[in-house]
């Protein structure tokens, strides 16, 4: 049976939940959307937050408030690492993206490289958490404009004694298949202060298509809860993926100075092609990615000139599977995989 790269966390209590759920006879938002909004903000420790259908939904309310605050300003700075529906959203609101390259062999925008933009007077930043690393607090708190930090991949993980995405004005946690927290779809908005609260209570009531039905929310309560054991799960993994690869000519991404990494992806540099690790790959019916294939410089959306170290990453780096219901045995097939790469 093929090793698959991404596996979405269900299991019976998962289940249990959304059978629950079901038999209540009643399908959207109700109270199990409440208790998600009130077991999330909880264990984050923010004061207000959203609960809708997709992080679509979030990025444009986000980015309608910061908005309304900075109506004459019209750009929004992103990673070109950043989700390919970013570029839909913005430009859908007739806003203008200006992309920021990420350092050296890093998955995160270049501090450098973001105040290089500023001076188009942009409204805000958004910073995507790639691959689950997050960005550094301080660089947040020096930019003097608004954040919305994407902690999809990376709740769970620390800057110092900083949650992952709790810096910014705004943050965004997906609930989609391949986001840490695995609900069938969905994501939670959060508002970094009560002044940003207020500005998401402006926008008005949401209609309920807005809002996440109660059966994703059962399963993403579960997984709140689980959390902490399924982090487990993952660095048990990774620690024997990382012994694995010091035996390689490839490279670790590997978390910044200080930080605590929640092991979303083992994901490695090559010094060789990517078809010819996917080949050996396939040959033992393992799957392997590449890491940054759905973005924006790695779907072509951006110049390689225009951002050349995302550019270079996005054709260089893969992933391989690591995912708490990844078994002992086809972990250490993965690992006996990484090991021997060409």
């Known amino acids: 049976m093929k090793i698959e790269v991404y596996s979405p966390t269900v299991r019976r209590k998962e289940m249990d939940a959304v ?32 609960a809708l259908r997709s992080p679509v939904f979030a990025l444009r309310l986000a980015l309608e408030a910061v908005f309304a605050e900075a109506p004459e300003r019209k750009s929004v700075i992103i990673s070109a690492l950043s989700p390919l529906y970013y570029e839909r959203v913005i430009r859908g609101m007739g806003l203008v993206p200006l992309y920021c390259d990420t350092a050296e062999d890093s998955p995160l925008m270049a501090g450098a490289r973001i105040e290089s933009l500023l001076e188009f007077k942009p409204a805000c930043v958004v910073f995507h958490h790639a691959l689950g690393y ?24 620390f800057s110092g004694e900083t949650r992952a995405g709790c810096a910014g004005a705004f943050s965004i946690l997906g609930l989609e298949e391949r986001d840490m927290i695995t609900a069938g779809g969905g994501a939670l908005l959060f508002a970094g202060t009560r002044r940003y609260a207020a500005r998401l209570r402006a ?34 993994i990774a620690e024997v993926y990382v012994q694995m690869s010091l035996r390689t000519r490839h490279r670790r991404v590997v978390p910044g100075e200080g930080q605590t990494y929640n092991n979303y992806a083992f994901a490695l540099i090559l010094e060789s092609g990517v078809k010819d ?46 995912y708490p219901r990844l078994g002992a045995s086809p972990a250490e097939k993965v690992a006996r995989l990484i090991m021997t790469l060409p």
Not at 28 to 42: K, M, Q, S, V, Y
Not at 135 to 156: K, N, R, Y
């Open 19 to 50: 059978l629950t759920a079901m038999v209540e006879d009643r399908l959207g938002p109700g109270e199990h959307t409440h208790f998600l909004i009130h077991t999330a903000r909880e264990q984050l420790g923010f004061d207000y937050c959203l």
């Open 134 to 157: 997050p960005c550094d607090p301080s660089l947040i708190a020096a930019l003097g404009i608004p954040v919305i930090e994407d902690c999809s991949h990376s709740v769970g993980s």
């Open 203 to 236: 926008l008005g009531d949401l209609p309920p298509e807005y809002l996440l039905p109660d059966l994703n929310a059962a399963m993403a309560a579960v997984q709140f809860h689980e959390i902490n054991r399924n982090l487990e799960k993952r660095a048990e």
């Open 277 to 322: 690790v996917k080949a050996y790959a396939k040959k033992q019916d393992i799957a392997v990615e590449e890491a940054f294939e759905a973005t924006l410089a790695g779907s072509g959306v951006i110049p390689a000139a225009q951002c050349p170290n995302a550019s270079s990453l996005a054709l260089r780096t893969v992933i391989f599977p690591l």
